[in-house]
């Protein structure tokens, strides 16, 4: 009865880990200030050398852009 409850314990913590694991996203650029237009810049890596995408907002809010979206970015603002 007690290796039951210990399994059932360690089985219900191995998908708690498996969960938070695979669940896990990298956090992206961050919204565009109003009043602003913002360009992100993503690169394939650390070195941030490769150009793999960018995203482009307008002063009006209107979006734009192309490629992959990456952690390793470049974000600018630009007052409007």
């Known amino acids: 009865m007690i290796r039951r409850a210990l399994l059932a ?3 219900a913590l ?3 880990v498996a969960i938070t694991t695979l669940t896990s996203a990298p ?3 961050r919204v ?3 009043g602003y237009s913002c360009v992100s810049t993503y690169y ?3 070195t941030r050398t490769t150009v793999v995408g960018v995203r482009y907002v307008s ?7 192309w490629g992959s979206k ?3 970015l470049d974000f600018q ?3 409007c």
């Open 27 to 29: 956090a992206f650029a």
């Open 77 to 79: 603002e630009t007052p």
């Open 32 to 34: 565009c200030q109003l």
């Open 9 to 11: 314990v360690l089985l």
């Open 70 to 72: 990456t952690i390793y």
């Open 14 to 16: 191995g998908y708690l």
């Open 44 to 46: 394939s890596d650390e």
């Open 59 to 65: 002063c009006e809010g209107a979006g734009s852009g």
